[in-house]
């Protein structure tokens, strides 16, 4: 079954340090996966997404299929990057596009 | 904002009764969808759509009916209302293949 799972409900750290968001997946194919953001009061909005290998706000995240791992990092952690992050995969099967399976989300608070 | 609003923004009902959802877009795009939101188990897909009056069920369906009688219209209906379905509810657009944008949200308590 597809599967994500972000193992952390809560993560806080402090302005400056380096910030790492786990998340782990399962799923049988080749896999796409994204990271959305939801800052105080704003829509869900995409934060990037590991096709196009790009950094966005500072973040990146890599994709390790030995691992089914998609983490989300950041060198130094910002107190506007305070949010709550989802991971998610792409359901491919039946050609649903967009039908994405989220996590449950972590709540990255970062304090001054 | 990729033209999706989502009415009401916030709605308070009682249990049993119907509550209809309404989600709107401007560019005509093919697929629709309605996640709930909720602390402790994220996301989680209701129903979506692809096309006019074509739709699926999603992994949190029991409870909820969609219609899509137009292009530019996706409603989510709740027949009776449950206290367990207070929740945040998100409409969402496909655009570019899997790239996700989503409405401002609908919070419904259900008394």
């Known amino acids: 079954a597809q599967r994500v799972t972000q193992p952390e409900k809560l993560l806080s750290v402090f302005k400056g340090a380096p910030v790492e968001l786990k998340c782990n997946y399962s799923y049988s194919g080749s896999p796409e996966l994204f990271w959305y953001v939801q800052y105080s009061r704003q829509r869900l909005q995409l934060l990037l997404r590991h096709i196009s290998r790009e950094s966005i706000k500072g973040f990146t995240a890599d994709l390790n299929k030995g691992e089914t791992s998609f983490h989300l990092k950041k060198p130094f952690a910002q107190e506007e990057d305070s949010a709550m992050y989802y991971c998610?995969?792409?359901?491919?099967?039946?050609?649903?596009?967009?039908?994405?399976?989220f996590g449950k989300g972590t709540k990255l608070s970062v304090k001054p | 904002d990729a033209g999706i609003t989502q009415s009401p923004r916030h709605k308070v009902t009682e249990t049993g009764t119907p509550v209809t959802l309404r989600c709107h877009q401007t560019?005509?795009?093919?697929?629709m969808y309605w996640y709930r939101q909720d602390p402790g188990h994220g996301l989680r897909l209701i129903h979506y759509?692809?096309?006019?009056?074509?739709?699926d069920k999603g992994e949190v369906s029991d409870g909820y009916s969609v219609s899509r009688s137009k292009t530019e219209d996706f409603l989510l209906t709740l027949e009776s209302a449950t206290s367990s379905q207070t929740s945040v509810y998100f409409c969402?657009?496909?655009?570019?293949?899997?790239?996700?944008?989503f409405g401002s949200g609908t919070q419904l308590s259900v008394l």
């Open positions: 998610a995969l792409s359901g491919l099967d039946g050609g649903s596009q967009g039908n994405l399976i």
């Open positions: 560019e005509n795009h093919r697929y």
């Open positions: 969402a657009i496909s655009v570019g293949g899997e790239k996700l944008f």
């Open positions: 759509s692809y096309g006019v009056k074509d739709t």
